[in-house]
């Protein structure tokens, strides 16, 4: 059972538009929800993260939109570079159960 | 800041051998992680540990994978005996409560 799911598997956009990645959960017990991005070769890093005390999380140019009533999630990263290519993971814990991660998605942005 | 370290960063063995993966968390964190990633795909999750106790595993996590954290030291994954589908790459990772978890750079693991 995917516990997680993510889209689009790919994604490409022009320099300064804004890239939208959409996730979705099934376990309503699940209470924090980051996201991480990977470069090629390297491990996960963690770039951003909500819990649904609001539907709202910005970090400079990466927000997170939280809609708890529907299960999901996206990350709008603003002003796109060429620097953020990379595929992007979105995930859901709680204080139980280790993080379950999406399958993905591999942003390219082109200049 | 703080590095989860993992030793070695590529393994190479023959099938049906063992092998066993390190990991070094950061020092004050308490919840430890093995995740397996083949291909740049997506993490999927194998275990997670906690107080000396394996807390929650997947179906991935075979009868032939076994962790242990010894007395304090490495964070340890053992598989025995290894298949060709164990090749993957293998990332450690780990946390405070209710934190996102920081991950090791990864162990390559190639089974020939």
């Known amino acids: 059972q995917q516990q997680v799911r993510q889209s689009p598997q790919s994604l490409t956009v022009w320099e300064g538009e804004t890239a939208i990645l959409n996730c979705s959960y099934e376990?309503?017990?699940?209470?924090?929800f980051p996201w991480y991005h990977q470069f090629p070769g390297e491990s996960p890093a963690l770039l951003i993260a909500?819990?649904?005390?609001?539907n709202k999380k910005e970090d400079g140019r990466f927000t997170i939109f939280f809609n708890k009533r529907e299960k999901k999630f996206s990350l709008h990263i603003a002003d796109s570079q060429p620097g953020d290519s990379a595929t992007y993971f979105c995930?859901?814990?709680?204080?139980?159960?280790?993080?379950?991660f999406g399958a993905g998605t591999k942003l390219s942005v082109k200049p | 800041g703080p590095k989860v370290l993992q030793i070695p960063s590529h393994q190479i063995i023959d099938m049906g051998q063992m092998v066993t993966l390190n990991c070094d968390p950061v020092?004050?964190?308490?919840?430890f992680y093995w995740y397996k990633q083949i291909l740049g795909q997506q993490m999927e999750f194998l275990v997670n540990?906690?107080?000396?106790?394996?807390?929650?595993k997947s179906k991935l996590f075979k009868d032939q994978f076994s962790v242990e954290r010894p007395d304090g030291s490495y964070f340890t994954l053992k598989i025995q005996p290894t298949a060709l589908e164990d090749s993957a790459v293998y990332f450690c990772?780990?946390?405070?409560?209710?934190?996102?978890?920081?991950f090791g750079e990864g162990t390559r693991l190639s089974v020939l």
């Open positions: 909500i819990r649904p005390v609001s």
């Open positions: 990772a780990s946390s405070f409560r209710d934190q996102a978890p920081l």
């Open positions: 020092s004050n964190h308490l919840y």
């Open positions: 376990d309503s017990t699940f209470d924090y």
């Open positions: 995930a859901a814990t709680n204080n139980n159960n280790a993080p379950r």
């Open positions: 540990f906690y107080n000396g106790k394996v807390m929650e």
